[in-house]
């Protein structure tokens, strides 16, 4: 079956635009994360859903930083007003429920100029 | 709050020879989790193996096994009969085992593994 789906693959923008990343989680994955990895912070948790509810959000790094997920499926992670220190590879990951193994896609690589 | 050190940025193993990966952390939890990830070039994060605090056996997963010592808080991966395959980056990470944070896995710095021929 499909694994965990992300798209865009690469995203190159210009500092100060608005971006959508968006996760598509293993078919029946009731559980949903995002984390960042970048050269400077290495791998960070930003948020993970349980269906459409977001238990922890400890991990965004400003208000600029929104997540969704509608219908228990899909989430698209928003970064608004982006910045040079967003640039980083955006991971997704979904597990049957919370607790268990997480399955990892093969991220966004955003770029901002 | 949970840490997670990885204290070998890089290490190298000679095709079919075994090697350690070292992994500390830090928690005032009796009860979590504690995982190794391998991140090939491709970017894909791929579950190696895991660890409940709760069991004293060592997990293992055919050529993967590990060292857990709870006392000390070391959780080191053992690959023995390394394959030109293994060569990727490698993560260690922590789960506590409830609360709010329970879907969260907290990451070491990750080792570079290079297998020579």
């Known amino acids: 079956g499909a694994g965990v789906s992300q798209s865009p693959s690469n995203k190159v923008t210009e500092k100060g635009k608005d971006v959508e990343l968006r996760c598509d989680p293993i078919?029946?994955?009731?559980?949903l994360y995002w984390y960042r990895q970048s050269l400077g912070q290495g791998l960070e948790f930003l948020i993970y859903?349980?269906?459409?509810?977001?238990?922890?959000k400890s991990g965004l790094p400003s208000d600029r930083f929104s997540a969704e997920r509608t219908g228990g499926s899909v989430s698209t992670l928003t970064i608004q007003r982006t910045q040079q220190e967003d640039s980083a590879v955006y991971l997704c990951?979904?597990?049957?429920?919370?607790?268990?193994?997480?399955?990892f896609g093969d991220g966004t690589r955003l770029s901002i100029l | 709050a949970q840490t997670v050190t990885q204290s070998q940025p890089e290490m190298s193993v000679q095709e079919a020879e075994t090697v350690t990966l070292s992994c500390t952390y830090d928690?005032?939890?009796?009860?979590?989790?504690l995982f190794w990830y391998k991140q090939p070039p491709s970017r894909q994060m791929i579950l190696v193996i895991r660890?409940?605090?709760?069991?004293?056996q060592n997990a293992t997963e055919n050529r993967f096994s590990v060292n857990f010592q709870k006392a000390a808080k070391s959780f080191s991966l053992k690959i023995s009969d390394s394959q030109l395959g293994d060569a990727a980056m490698y993560f260690c990470?922590?789960?506590?085992?409830?609360?709010?944070?329970?879907?969260?896995?907290?990451f070491g710095q990750g080792t570079i593994l290079t297998v020579h021929p």
């Open positions: 990951a979904s597990s049957t429920r919370v607790g268990q193994p997480q399955h």
């Open positions: 078919s029946g994955h009731t559980a």
């Open positions: 859903f349980q269906g459409n509810s977001a238990p922890d």
């Open positions: 928690t005032s939890e009796s009860d979590y989790y």
């Open positions: 660890q409940e605090a709760y069991k004293q």
């Open positions: 990470a922590y789960r506590s085992a409830g609360g709010t944070s329970y879907g969260k896995l907290t």
